[in-house]
């Protein structure tokens, strides 16, 4: 991968601030991860071309857990107890977040985790830059139910953060008098014939919308198994919260416009902030790349850390965290904040829809960052969320 030979090389020089960099580049959760890990190079590279932090670059050691829980595990601990690293930025599926805090809370270290999860966590001693479920799951249902219906047929790879998604989603629908017709957990790289007879199984039951949370290359299997069925996404599309650009690339068959995801960022966003980004990424790392929200989530983290580490002058976590708490940047997706409340991060939520070319284009959005709410202790009820502009 382009530019992480030399990063690393200048991992070893004389006055640079060290950083780990766990995601994996192989395995189950690669196609999030790498989108992740290059977000991350970016930051550190565009950071130290404009002359580091405080004169001194920026050093990643970059290690790949294979996507297994063992090695996250493993890596974290080597990290933090053999290469004198005090700030890790990585993991991606919550398996592997919670293999490594406990890791980061009992060596005093602070884990910058930047992808969507199921919420109902706090540690001190993790940075949460992703979306949290008000953040993610909710504007998802307050697009869906008026438009769509009240009957998911629910699919998802078998580990925490999909059972935990649609426990919140059966939640939400029993608040409307909708119901889940049907729930299914498939085991990691799932193939597509697994994937169609739960595509049938939607259709017999008369699901209004297949709501999946499936991760890793089951996502482009899913899509092409509802492809090869010839279903239509204007009568019942697939609602996602784990899909993105790069894994519309995967898939065998183009997806048919009108499947939805729910996001803080899309490729397509329209800023100048994002056209930057968007335009250093492809040159980068090529104009096959997309950028996604894996990716821009992984960038602005890196430069929350900066911010912070310039104002600490220190990689002692706690001063570190002491700074980040309540600090703001902009970042491609907008203007973004940690919330010293609960050290989860104020974002832009939208909602993408396919569109032809392999993209989304986003179809509604909020008018301003959210909160995070990472328990829902402020959820009321669907017909709060007044914010989503439907621009389509």
């Known amino acids: 991968m382009s530019g992480i030979g030399e990063l690393q090389e200048s991992y070893r ?33 565009e950071i130290n071309a404009a002359g580091g932090v405080l004169g001194k670059p920026i050093s990643p050691l970059i290690l790949d857990p294979a996507s297994d829980p063992q090695r996250y595990t493993q890596l974290a601990s080597s990290l933090l107890m053999d290469r004198g690293v005090t700030n890790i930025f990585g993991c991606s599926a919550s398996y592997s977040r919670k293999a ?30 992703g979306p949290a479920p008000n953040q993610l799951h909710l504007p998802l249902a307050e697009y869906l139910f008026p438009r769509y219906g009240r009957r998911l047929m629910c699919v998802g790879t078998d580990y925490l953060f999909p059972r935990e998604s649609n426990r919140i989603m059966r939640d939400l ?53 509802y492809a090869a069925e010839d279903l239509d996404p204007a009568v019942m599309p697939i609602a996602s919260l784990t899909t993105n650009e790069a894994h519309l690339q995967e898939m065998w068959f183009e997806p048919r416009p009108g499947h939805i995801v729910s996001a803080p960022y899309f490729e397509t966003v329209q800023s100048p902030r994002n056209s930057s980004f968007v335009a250093n990424y492809h040159e980068r790392f090529g104009a096959k790349r997309p950028a ?43 203007v973004v904040m940690v919330d010293p409340d609960n050290s989860h991060t104020y974002l832009w939520p939208r909602i993408g829809m396919t569109e032809a070319g392999r993209k989304f284009g986003v179809v509604a959005e909020f008018k301003r960052a959210m909160k995070p709410d990472p328990y829902l202790v402020n959820y009321v009820g669907l017909g709060r969320i007044e914010e989503i502009d439907n621009v389509r």
């Open 292 to 334: 996604d929200a894996c990716a821009e989530a992984a960038y602005f983290t890196v430069l929350l850390f900066a911010r912070a580490l310039e104002r600490a002058g220190t990689l002692d976590p706690e001063r570190l965290r002491t700074e980040v708490l309540g600090l703001e940047i902009s970042a491609p997706q907008g």
């Open 173 to 225: 629908l029993s608040e409307i008098g909708g119901s889940i017709v049907g729930e299914y957990y498939l085991p990691f790289g799932a193939q597509r014939d697994a994937f169609l007879d739960v595509v049938k199984a939607a259709r017999s039951l008369g699901a209004d919308v297949i709501f999946s949370t499936v991760v890793g290359p089951g996502i482009a299997a899913l899509y092409d198994a």
């Open 100 to 129: 490594v805090v406990p890791v980061v809370e009992r060596r005093g270290g602070l884990l910058w985790y930047s992808i969507g999860y199921e919420g109902f966590e706090y540690s001190s001693n993790v940075i949460y830059t």
């Open 13 to 45: 020089s004389e006055g640079a601030w060290p950083v780990g960099v766990l995601y994996s580049r192989s395995g189950i959760t690669a196609i999030a991860e790498t989108s992740q890990l290059q977000g991350t190079l970016l930051a550190i590279s």
